[in-house]
């Protein structure tokens, strides 16, 4: 899913759950960051004070993404969640919607409603529970369920995944290699290109293991956002059974099927526009409002009122601590973040029998 769902969708869900405008905005921030946030390591202090970091995304074209060990940390627990079923671990690996796994992790974000960092850790879990819908099928390892055979979507093109896979890749500038394009198309849904984060597509495809596959992502996202809806209203009713909670109510759900089934631009952030404009007019029942502006780097982001830094390269090495610093949400969500790798790895996983980290 793109930024028109992780940040748009999870923004109404959030108010119609009965989050305040604030509270959702912080929901659908740290959801959509969760794409954003390519940077790990020390970020050390002028004083000598330092911050451990946590990334929860690689670019598609990164190198780390041939690296196994930094496949299993960041794309297993933060965008292919496994769902433990099988006995191979390659099949364990693969990511299914609404699976046990992903119930037991947004119950964990629930449980932690008290936390400073709650709304960060709920908006990184939303990121995760609703990617186990557009990412089924597929896994954050190297695996031939995720390397296609065949690719046909709403155009009816029926290409193979490597000519459009390489030509999406060259006419984003990426001069790539038949090695790295191997590796990309192995990697969860790089082979599958964009398909699986458009709401509208139907699409199906072969993989590599002969398994023929259809999918309509319509339906399926629906189901995202309703459950996304119950998982907010468990989180404010302190209820980590959120299944049983109401989710949207039947107005929502019709006004929200047409918004994503007419909003069909390959381009997220159009999508995303036009779901800013979508809700500012009031077309979604119980809310019309303007939703906040979303700043992934620079100046006006987390990363910049926390540290002041705005650019990657623009001399502030060492930025100075201040208190501030602690309160700030830069700090709140890579602390989610790493709380978050280290429950999923270390104690959901394990618990069904699922080793990765």
Not at 19 to 29: K, T
Not at 95 to 108: G, H, L, Q, T, Y
Not at 177 to 188: E, F, H, N, Q, R
Request: glycine share 6%; aromatic share 8%.
């Amino acid at each position: 899913m793109n930024i028109d769902f992780h940040y748009g969708v999870i923004y109404v869900t959030s108010r119609l759950a009965g989050l305040s405008p604030s509270d959702a905005q912080v929901v659908a921030h740290a959801c959509q960051y969760v794409d954003d946030a390519t940077t790990d390591g020390l970020l050390k202090f002028s004083g000598g004070e330092s911050f451990e970091r946590c990334a929860s995304a690689h670019e598609m074209c990164d190198y780390e993404n041939a690296i196994d060990s930094q496949n299993r940390m960041i794309w297993v627990p933060f965008h292919f969640l496994p769902a433990g079923l099988g006995e191979a671990l390659e099949d364990k690996a693969v990511c299914r919607p609404d699976s046990e796994i992903a119930r037991s992790m947004v119950k964990k974000a629930i449980m932690r409603h008290e936390a400073d960092n709650a709304l960060h850790r709920l908006g990184v879990s939303l990121h995760v529970y609703i990617d186990t819908w557009a990412h089924q099928g597929f896994s954050g390892i190297v695996s031939d369920n995720n390397k296609l055979l065949f690719l046909e979507g709403d155009d009816h093109s029926n290409e193979t995944w490597t000519e459009k896979l390489k030509a999406a890749l060259v006419s984003a500038g990426h001069n790539i290699s038949t090695v790295a394009l191997d590796t990309i198309s192995g990697l969860g849904h790089g082979a599958a290109l964009h398909f699986p984060d458009m709401p509208w597509a139907k699409w199906k495809y072969t993989n590599a293991k002969q398994q023929q596959v259809e999918r309509d992502n319509l339906e399926e996202f629906m189901q995202a956002a309703d459950m996304a809806c119950k998982a907010v209203q468990g989180f404010v009713n302190k209820n980590s059974n959120f299944a049983n909670e109401q989710g949207l109510t039947a107005g929502a759900k019709a006004a929200l099927r047409k918004l994503l089934e007419s909003n069909r631009d390959h381009e997220p952030e159009n999508r995303f526009a036009v779901i800013l404009k979508a809700v500012a007019n009031g077309e979604i029942p119980g809310l019309k409002e303007e939703i906040p502006t979303y700043i992934a780097k620079g100046e006006g982001s987390w990363k910049h009122a926390a540290t002041g830094i705005a650019e990657a390269h623009d001399g502030i090495s060492s930025p100075t601590w201040t208190p501030e610093f602690e309160s700030s949400h830069y700090r709140k969500f890579h602390d989610a973040t790493k709380e978050h790798r280290f429950v999923v790895t270390q104690e959901i996983l394990p618990a069904f029998n699922v080793r990765l980290a």
